[in-house]
């Protein structure tokens, strides 16, 4: 997701993010002399939902973990007053608002100068927690896939719910008190049968102050899910992107899609990936404690923080994490 947000500054709403590297973090020094800027955590990796798209119906091994509230503690005194921001959710397929310690976790940031964003399926706002999210949080990213039936088909939720529960995050963050405003994005993996559902996705954001969102490519759990991503279809996956940012621009909606994909043998020869700066920065933790970098971290052993633990810069400069 990085690579669609890097260069445009209106993305972050001025605010510090793992998306994107600090000015003075130096990509060449593998051993960083400094305690991690920045978290990616995960209160939870359970889920209330069971979507047809997620990769936890595809894996036997998906945990089921809740980290406990003496570890939230812990983090809550060693990170939080040392870093510049946090995300929840992404990294282990849980529903963070599906933990029972949720609340607490909220109300110790909100008296942290940190920016916290957290990735959610949205189906657990309420409108107590709606004023918890607006007055802790810097940004809210509820994921969908489509709208209506499209929606329903995946997440076997209804549609017209979770816009009530979005509505009732945007009521919140108009009543909320402080300098800081909850940025409410749309965090869309896009999903070739459904195409025409993002053009109508950009009309509900212009209609109701939706902030950003964000469209990224589905990514199959098998070959006979190739044919619903655009990923495999160079030309569709360019026009369609090429299209749905026209349409955004001519609603006034901030739209984050992927980088055009080259057709030409020449293009394809120059096409190059953009660095990565989360393993310089973010230190990350999944509910049970195990240490990864991002999203895709679970393949490396970089180690376990447990409640008591005082080796993060040990876990930070192992020679595991310098691997990588």
């Not at 957290?118 to 810097?138: C, F, K, V, W």
């Not at 739209?255 to 660095?275: D, H, L, N, Q, Y």
């Not at 999203?295 to 595991?320: H, I």
Request: charged share 25%; with cysteine; glycine share 6%.
């Amino acid at each position: 997701m990085s690579l669609y947000l890097q260069n445009d500054e209106r993305m972050f709403f001025g605010r510090s993010s793992i998306l994107r590297a600090d000015a003075d973090t130096d990509l060449r020094k593998y051993r960083p002399d400094y305690f991690p800027k920045k978290m990616i955590m995960s209160l939870t990796s359970r889920c209330n939902l069971r979507c047809t798209h997620c990769m936890r119906g595809h894996c036997a091994d998906v945990a089921e973990d809740t980290m406990p509230r003496e570890m939230i503690e812990r983090v809550a005194e060693v990170f939080f007053p040392r870093v510049s921001s946090i995300q929840i959710g992404g990294i282990d397929l849980g529903e963070q608002m599906f933990s029972p310690h949720f609340g607490y976790f909220i109300d110790k940031v909100r008296k942290h100068d940190i920016a916290l964003d957290m990735i959610t399926n949205g189906t657990l706002i309420n409108r107590t927690n709606a004023r918890e999210i607006a007055a802790s949080l810097a940004r809210v990213l509820i994921s969908a896939e489509g709208i209506g039936d499209n929606y329903r088909k995946i997440r076997g939720a209804k549609w017209e719910s979770l816009r009530s529960r979005i509505e009732l995050l945007l009521d919140a963050r108009q009543a909320a008190t402080g300098s800081r405003r909850l940025a409410v994005c749309l965090n869309v993996c896009t999903i070739k049968d459904f195409r025409d559902d993002y053009f109508s996705m950009v009309d509900y954001a212009a209609e109701t102050g939706i902030d950003l969102i964000i469209m990224r490519n589905f990514i199959p759990n098998d070959n006979t899910e190739r044919g619903r991503s655009f990923l495999y279809d160079e030309r569709a996956h360019n026009d369609f992107y090429s299209s749905v940012k026209a349409h955004a621009a001519s609603r006034g909606v901030l739209v984050a899609v992927p980088p055009p994909i080259p057709t030409g043998k020449k293009e394809k020869s120059m096409f190059r990936r953009k660095p990565c700066s989360l393993p310089f920065e973010v230190f990350g933790m999944q509910a049970d404690g195990k240490v990864v970098t991002c999203c895709l971290g679970g393949a490396f052993d970089l180690g376990r923080l447990t409640p008591g633990c005082d080796g993060v810069m040990d876990l930070w400069l192992s020679e595991n994490y310098n691997k990588i």
